[in-house]
């Protein structure tokens, strides 16, 4: 079933997630590496094929190797290939894009914030809450992702 193109629908609308979305990527003061790989572990946990495949090549022209993007998903179990930044900045995105689930708990806050200190946490959630808005219109309007057969 086609569904419908929401960025000409609501263009007003694409264009408010748009300026978060750019927000997101150059306002925050974080590498863009890290926002990419929280784009790419965000889209992953809500199973968004459109920006896991964007992210995914973000991720490679920003340096990062294949190997270490194909892991993304088991992190703690090859913790050892990521930076105490990135670590801290996986398991805030788990937390937080699982939140119904997680209730954000005083636990994971401490350890994210012991990592980045107040401003820069409350900019890595700026990015996290982005990247599910943006997952949540392309999942439910069936964007699809660049990758060809």
Known sequence: MNRANWFQVSQEGAKALGALHHYATTGTGLEPGLNHLVFLRTSQLNGCAHC???????LIKHGMSVDKIVLVP???E??????????AALAWTEEVTRVS????????YAAALAVFGEQALVELTIVIAAMNAINRMGISFRLKPRAKA
């Open 52 to 58: 896991i495949d964007v992210h995914t090549r973000d």
């Open 74 to 76: 088991v992190w703690k």
């Open 78 to 87: 090859a913790a050892y290939l990521f930076s105490d930044q990135e670590r």
């Open 101 to 108: 689930e997680t209730h954000a708990s005083d636990a994971a």
